[in-house]
């Protein structure tokens, strides 16, 4: 099966950075997605790596390294808005090549 | 452009009932997902369609899950007799193709006393 590992919870100050890490433990890794939700919504999709490296999208950026099973999450200039659960999620081909497990999420609290 | 969308947003019923949630995906989507979600943790995987066929169904926790697509959109989840422990949101995802980026809708609350 697949395990995956983060934080339960971690607080930041606004206009701070923080980075979520996610260690995971799969066989035939193909894509690793970090999601957000807020409290009583639908989660949203922020990024997706297949290859190691850092992806870039505004504030948000994300981290792979196959090799480790390792995966960080990185929000800069955090707002308010910021403060929801962070899902990482792996899909691996050993348990269907298309559906996703989720770790158990991060609760990130942004306070002022 | 419209995004996934699931009826209804919140169900009540008492233990021993049939529910039924419904889950209406983005156009174009042939890839259409079910998860369940209990507080504080991740979406689980319950099963998944591509078109009109279930391609994977080993999430579904007993034979009272049941999920159909008759017509390679709209899908219903279908839980019969159901239990305390069924309790959670039901979130549905779409996605253009089975290794693209889903997309989640907003999720049916499920209650059962």
């Known amino acids: 099966g697949q395990n995956i590992d983060q934080p339960t919870e971690m607080t930041a100050t606004e206009g701070a950075i923080v980075q979520i890490n996610c260690t995971y433990q799969?066989?035939?890794?193909?894509?690793l997605f970090w999601y957000q939700q807020h409290a009583g919504e639908a989660p949203t999709f922020l990024s997706y790596?297949?290859?190691?490296g850092l992806e870039e999208k505004g504030r948000f950026s994300s981290f792979l390294s196959r090799s480790k099973g390792y995966s960080y999450l990185l929000l800069k200039e955090l707002q308010m808005k910021d403060s929801a659960s962070y899902l990482c999620?792996?899909?691996?081909?050993?348990?269907?090549?298309?559906?996703?497990?989720f770790g158990t999420g991060t609760r990130l609290l942004v306070s002022p | 452009g419209a995004g996934v969308s699931q009826t209804p947003s919140n169900k009540v019923t008492e233990k021993g009932k049939y529910v039924e949630l419904r889950c209406d995906p983005i156009?174009?989507?042939?890839?259409l997902y079910w998860y369940r979600q209990s507080l504080g943790q991740g979406p689980e995987f319950l099963i998944y369609f591509q078109g009109t066929g279930a391609a994977d169904d080993s999430g579904l926790p007993n034979d009272r899950f049941f999920a159909v697509r008759p017509e390679g959109s709209v899908s219903t989840l279908k839980i019969q007799r159901t239990e305390r422990g069924d309790s959670a949101v039901y979130l549905c995802?779409?996605?253009?193709?089975?290794?693209?980026?889903?997309?989640f809708g907003p999720g049916t609350r499920l209650l059962v006393l």
């Open positions: 790596n297949v290859l190691d």
């Open positions: 799969t066989s035939g890794f193909n894509g």
């Open positions: 999620a792996v899909r691996g081909m050993n348990t269907g090549f298309q559906k996703l497990v």
């Open positions: 995802a779409s996605s253009p193709s089975t290794v693209e980026t889903q997309y």
């Open positions: 156009s174009g989507h042939t890839a």
